[in-house]
């Protein structure tokens, strides 16, 4: 799997990966909507990235972030909900992005392994 991911890279990219075991609901959910907000940023972090590198204008204050555990199969859909309708162009990608208050974009996945 390694090899082959890696093979997709140029020498200056990066990529991280994790691994982490189940756990239950509770502590799963506190851990991906933690109180301080720093999985919050690093998701709204990717919006800011398609402002900078697309020469979009996606303003961070019209989304909130939740990250809700679903059992089947054990993983964390970390999610950018929109507080408002709107319809946003992503020049650089040449393409444009229309949600409704309360729809999300689907930022991450992260699967929680039990062997």
């Known amino acids: 799997f390694l090899t082959k991911v890696g093979s997709l890279f140029q ?3 990066r990529f991280l990966i994790g691994f982490d075991l189940h756990k239950d609901k509770e502590t799963i959910e506190l851990a991906y909507n933690d109180p301080t907000g720093v ?3 690093f998701n709204l972090n ?4 398609l ?4 020469n979009s ?4 204050e019209d989304f909130e972030y939740y990250a809700p555990y679903l059992s089947n199969p054990n993983h964390v859909e970390m999610r950018l909900f929109a507080k408002r309708d709107m319809t946003q162009e992503i020049p650089g990608l040449g393409c444009s992005i229309t949600l409704k208050k309360g729809e ?3 930022t ?3 699967h929680k392994l039990t062997k």
């Open 51 to 54: 402002n900078r590198e697309f």
């Open 57 to 60: 204008a996606f303003c961070l």
């Open 11 to 13: 020498s200056e990219d």
């Open 39 to 41: 999985i919050s940023k």
């Open 104 to 106: 999300w974009i689907h």
């Open 108 to 110: 991450v996945n992260c």
């Open 46 to 49: 990717i919006l800011t990235r």
